[in-house]
């Protein structure tokens, strides 16, 4: 049995998604609002809310690298959510680190799994976010991959995968 709601309710149910940390210079944020659209050339969207201090930085700068990080990790992602950037370092406060940067001196975070190096070819404004697009320039992939993804539930919940299954084709 459903409940319909016309119109929507604020609070939506729980949506499942990727959480990861987009770094622009020298600022990161949570962000779980982001997919890949194209194979080839590899592009990649995200979405952001115009007052959020990383939008600014965005159409400053013109690339982010987009940093995924194991469940081990999901008190990290949700503390670069609760600061803002303009006040905080939140690199500092996380307790993550970064030995090296993309060829922008955007972070590559010692603790992820994989991280998109990624430059923006294109914005538009779509309700209350703007979508960037970018060219996935560069993949860097940590020698120990983690196979437990942080998903992001929403309302400061997280959750990983606890059985994967294999469909042979």
Not at 61 to 81: R, W
Not at 99 to 119: F, L, M, P, R, W
Request: glycine share 4%.
């Amino acid at each position: 049995m459903f409940t319909r709601y016309q119109p929507l309710p604020q609070k939506l149910p729980s949506q499942p998604r990727v959480a990861a940390i987009l770094s622009c210079q020298n600022n990161l944020m949570a962000l779980s609002w982001h997919m890949p659209i194209s194979r080839e050339p590899f592009r990649y969207a995200i979405a952001i809310r115009e007052e959020n201090f990383t939008h600014t930085l965005l159409k400053e700068h013109g690339s982010f690298t987009l940093n995924f990080l194991s469940f081990d990790h999901y008190d990290a992602i949700d503390q670069c959510g609760r600061v803002h950037g303009n006040d905080v370092d939140k690199l500092s406060t996380s307790g993550l680190s970064s030995k090296t940067s993309d060829v922008h001196g955007n972070h590559i975070i010692d603790q992820a799994d994989y991280v998109y190096e990624c430059t923006i070819i294109d914005t538009y404004k779509n309700g209350d976010h703007t979508i960037f697009i970018s060219d996935v320039t560069a993949l860097h992939l940590n020698d120990s991959v983690n196979e437990h993804p942080t998903l992001f539930l929403g309302r400061g919940r997280y959750a990983t995968l606890s059985e994967v299954s294999q469909v042979d084709a």
